[in-house]
Nanobody, 128 residues
Framework: QVQLAESGGGLVQAGASLRLSCEVS????????LAWFRQASGAEREFVAA????????YYADSVKGRFTISKDNAKNTVYLEMNNLKPEDTAVYYC?????????????????????WGQGTQVAVSS
């Protein structure tokens, strides 16, 4: 059984940085494409960033490009989201997701339906 556990959220001021972590247990971590999505209050869950299983293909939402960095550490079974220059509009619950280890890469990594496993989320709040 694959389980994902996010951590690292919090309340910060605009311009600050946070690093989210998502530890994955079960399955073969190195085979997973991984992503971060977020959901603001009253809004749909939206794509933030994704990395292919190899780390060779990475995608970002336009709203976070240049500020956020996704990375995976196969030795620690963990995917990270480094968030810099945070803005109030980044306020949301952040979820990490893993696919079923399909060893593929493409634009579909930006889609919620591609992912089989989800964490419970971690809250990020950015004050102005």
């Amino acid at each position: 059984q694959v389980q994902l556990a996010e951590s690292g959220g919090g309340l910060v001021q605009a311009g600050a940085s946070l690093r989210l972590s998502c530890e994955v247990s079960g399955g073969t971590f190195s085979n997973y494409a991984l992503a971060w999505f977020r959901q603001a209050s009253g809004a749909e869950r939206e794509f933030v960033a994704a990395t292919s299983w190899s780390g060779g293909t990475i995608y970002y939402a336009d709203s976070v490009k240049g500020r956020f960095t996704i990375s995976k550490d196969n030795a620690k079974n963990t995917v990270y989201l480094e968030m810099n220059n945070l803005k109030p509009e980044d306020t949301a619950v952040y979820y990490c997701a893993a696919d079923g280890g399909r060893l593929t890469a493409g634009d579909w990594l930006k889609l919620r339906v591609h992912y089989d496993h989800w964490g419970q989320g971690t809250q990020v709040a950015v004050s102005s």
